[in-house]
């Protein structure tokens, strides 16, 4: 039962590169998401995707690309990496529906800009 | 837009001491409420849910919330905690339809031995 898995789960970077980070899913929930943890600011939302090739931005977007070519993948791409980017990054998945259902959350990617 | 406001950044307590930590929502609507905790080192983890019925919702390790509409409030409690508890601790309360959270600041809690 892998359920949510996230890589890398260590990064290091420099500003202006490019990085990719992964998240896979084995329960076909169709919902996923991307926030990014700060001090101080809790969780943010990044981006969100309801189904395979539906994707939309949440609260903090900006700097971000995403994609979801399949439904157990939804990979977070920082186009330019800069240090405000530095953070932990957790992917997590639901089953959605009518109203908000739980979300499962992966174990975090810990990414550093420099 | 929605917010969530968890009044307690940091909260100290001693093993078998009573905890209580605020949470509280801005939208006036219908809300589904979570709250999360997040081990040392480990992902976040569901507590509890509350979608409807019994605004006194129990969760896993002893845990419990009360949601009061009036209020506005979904304060989650534990009679004794244990120093296992040492934790961070999400408030969280959907966003209308789609499954979108928005997550209140979190509570440090601290259970000193």
């Known amino acids: 039962d892998a359920g949510i898995t996230q890589s890398p789960r260590y990064k290091i970077t420099e500003t202006g590169r490019q990085v990719t980070l992964m998240c896979h899913q084995t329960w076909s929930h169709s919902y996923m998401f991307w926030y990014r943890q700060d001090l101080g600011h809790g969780l943010r939302l990044i981006y969100y995707?309801?189904?395979?090739?539906?994707?939309d931005k949440g609260e903090v977007p900006d700097g971000y690309v995403v994609s979801r070519s399949k439904t157990e993948n939804f990979p977070l791409t920082l186009e330019s990496a800069t240090r405000s980017q530095t953070s932990v990054y957790f992917c997590?998945?639901?089953?959605?529906?009518?109203?908000?259902?739980?979300?499962?959350f992966g174990p975090g990617t810990r990414l550093t800009v420099l | 837009a929605q917010s969530v406001s968890q009044h307690n950044h940091h909260v100290i307590l001693s093993e078998a001491a009573s905890l209580e930590l605020g949470c509280n929502y801005s939208y006036g609507g219908t809300v589904n409420l979570f709250w999360y905790v997040q081990y040392p080192g480990q992902h976040l983890q569901l507590l509890l849910k509350y979608f409807s019925g019994d605004p006194l919702v129990k969760g896993i390790k002893g845990f419990e919330a009360e949601f009061i509409k009036s209020k506005f409030s979904f304060n989650l409690r534990k009679p004794s905690v244990q120093w296992s508890d040492t934790a961070e601790y999400f408030c969280a309360v959907n966003e209308g339809q789609g499954g979108k959270l928005i997550f209140g600041q979190g509570t440090e809690l601290s259970v000193k031995p």
């Open positions: 995707s309801a189904a395979a090739d539906i994707t």
């Open positions: 997590a998945s639901s089953d959605g529906g009518e109203m908000a259902d739980t979300q499962y």
